[in-house]
């Protein structure tokens, strides 16, 4: 039976439609496919022939990967409250370790395999430093961005070098040719990663102790979660997948130079917030960074297409994330 | 008589400040024992080496139900069926119920993948025979980052009793809370008496802990002060025993506070 006490407090709660509930869970979400289509909308509006035609979402499919890719560990990491900047040069590092092994076994499958074992290590030189010496992950990883880059430097002879030898493996199709002839495998390995990741951050404990972590990382330690390999694992994964995304970018162009990398370090990042991962920790989807990194990827394209030039790219880039953000915010203190 | 719990000098450094000196302390089978003291006494201290969350230096030895055991870790400690509500909860703020529920110790198969609608029934049944809430507009999905203090208090104290805790830890539980949620809250130590376990009830208030423990430790600085069994002393006498300790250090009534 109620009691007077219940039924006052039940006439108190505003009752919430179904609809309602929906947005409550899925806000950020929503907004940014919503910010996502209205930018979209814009631009085939403004050049309708570039955007009507498919050259330039193959073109997105094939480029947008590169940072889309390390952009999906990244996202775990900033949801842990740490961040890695070294990406860039991991990328480099992992090519640079795969040319080193395969000039001296001429074997592309060992040379790949050092490829992705050289960014791993790299990663949990990243997490050792900010686990077990205490170190702000966003000075440690500065300081090995500058660490790999160098190595590569100093092992390259600051020399690029060709790739033709993967054509002949079937690595070349597998990473960089296209599904049913038409769409770039590139665009499919993000599909892949990401789905892997939304899998383990939301039905796996790992993930559910990186959001705790993040959240609060002193509840998380006093309930027993390790927080501490929690983290080395994600620095891990954004070595491992950096190391992959530098193979498959020299795979595409057959070509290595020590350089790469560089060009990606704030499409990665701005993919990451746009896709409304807190820079505070606990929250962030896997969902919001992969669209983020679409959203960021049509910008430019987009100004060049629709007759301006491309200085307001970062005008733009600046405006919209200030805008997703605020619309994520705004959202999230309506509706939780 | 086994204890459920004894620490033999147990001892915690850190850094130059010794937080705790050869500690000696135990509970009993069906026993609450208050632990009373000052800020920065050791209490909490003490109470995060029963869990596991710290280590004791070197010398130091806890016994459960007569087994010593080295190397007491969190999860170990809750295996043997120790849990604790901290004073800070221990909540993650932006998480779920549901996730807060079973933060730490998530229900998984061997390959690790979460059995979310179980955590989330069971949470359900929780929320309206433990914690209380009998809303609709609290579900499983909830945020706890939303609740007061005394619903997070009892989404802390359902965390601790799901999993059958012998030995309940309660640290500061009244702090923050109304006049109901405190009423609820001494209700639930007395019924962990009544289920059989033993609590250790942390608290300032003394009028708080005096109605509802078998036996009070005065800890002060470190060290174990006094140890009484309730009936051994009036609550007045109590509160003028921590009194004399605060300002002296000493149970000893010669020594004035002046000193």
Not at chain 1, 25 to 45: D, G, P, R, S, Y
Not at chain 1, 93 to 112: C, I, K, R, S
Request: glycine fraction near 10%; hydrophobic fraction near 50%; charge should be neutral.
């Amino acid at each position: 039976m109620t009691t007077t006490l219940e039924a006052k407090n039940e006439a108190r709660i505003v009752r919430a439609s179904g609809f309602t509930k929906f947005l409550r869970k899925w806000a950020l979400q929503i907004a940014l496919t919503i910010v996502a289509i209205l930018i979209w909308l814009f631009f085939l509006w403004r050049a309708p022939t570039t955007f009507k035609s498919y050259d330039i979402y193959n073109s997105l499919m094939l480029t947008t990967p590169f940072f889309a890719l390390m952009a999906i560990p990244q996202t775990i990491v900033v949801i842990i409250k740490e961040i890695d900047l070294s990406f860039p040069s991991v990328m480099a590092w992992g090519v640079a370790a795969y040319e080193l092994v395969f000039v001296a076994t001429n074997n592309v499958w060992l040379g790949f395999i050092a490829c992705l074992l050289a960014g791993l290590i790299a990663g949990l030189l990243n997490g050792l430093i900010v686990v077990n010496l205490g170190i702000p992950s966003l000075i440690a990883t500065i300081g090995t961005q500058y660490l790999w880059r160098g190595v590569v430097m100093i092992s390259t002879n600051g020399k690029g070098s060709g790739m033709v030898e993967v054509k002949d493996t079937v690595l070349y199709p597998l990473l960089t040719g296209k599904l049913f002839g038409k769409i770039p495998m590139e665009f499919f390995w993000v599909i892949i990663l990401g789905a892997l990741a939304w899998f383990f951050m939301n039905r796996h404990q790992y993930g559910a102790h990186v959001y705790l972590s993040g959240d609060n990382e002193d509840s998380a330690r006093l309930m027993g979660v390790n927080v501490n390999s929690t983290k080395i694992i994600a620095f891990c994964l954004v070595g491992l997948v950096a190391a992959f995304a530098g193979f498959m970018v020299s795979e595409s162009l057959l070509f290595f130079w020590p350089t790469m990398g560089d060009g990606y370090l704030l499409n990665t990042l701005a993919s990451v917030f746009l896709g409304g991962t807190s820079v505070f920790g606990g929250t962030g989807t896997i969902y919001g960074t992969v669209v983020g990194a679409f959203v960021i990827a049509i910008i430019q394209p987009g100004i060049v297409a629709s007759g301006w030039l491309a200085y307001w790219t970062q005008l733009i880039y600046g405006f919209i994330i200030v805008v997703s953000v605020a619309v994520q915010a705004v959202l999230r203190k309506r509706f939780i | 008589m086994t204890h459920v719990l004894e620490l033999k000098n147990v001892s915690k450094t850190f850094g130059e400040v010794a937080a705790l000196h050869h500690v000696n302390f135990h509970v009993g089978s069906n026993e609450i024992v208050g632990l009373l003291g000052d800020n920065g006494a050791g209490k909490s201290t003490l109470v995060k080496i029963i869990t596991g969350y710290y280590q004791s230096d070197p010398g130091g030895e806890i016994y459960w139900k007569g087994e010593k055991i080295d190397h007491l870790s969190v999860p170990m400690a809750r295996d043997l069926g120790i849990e604790i509500v901290y004073q800070e909860r221990a909540l993650a703020d932006q998480q779920t119920l549901w996730r807060n529920i079973f933060l730490g110790r998530e229900i998984t198969n061997s390959w690790g993948l979460l059995d979310i609608q179980k955590m989330r029934n069971e949470t359900k049944k929780l929320m309206s025979t433990v914690m209380g809430f009998t809303s609709s507009a609290v579900t499983p999905e909830s945020t706890v980052g939303t609740f007061s203090g005394g619903e997070r208090q009892g989404v802390a104290i359902t965390r601790a009793l799901y999993f059958e805790a012998e030995l309940v830890m309660l640290d500061e539980p009244t702090m923050g809370l109304s006049l109901s949620e405190t009423k609820k809250c001494l209700d639930f130590v007395a019924g962990i008496k009544a289920a059989g376990k033993s609590c250790i009830f942390i608290d300032h208030n003394i009028f708080h802990v005096y109605p509802v423990v078998d036996r009070i430790v005065v800890i002060d600085r470190g060290t174990i002060a006094g140890q009484y069994m309730k009936n051994e002393l009036t609550l007045d006498e109590l509160l003028d025993r921590l009194y004399r300790v605060a300002q002296t250090g000493s149970l000893d009534q010669n020594q004035s506070a002046t000193k």
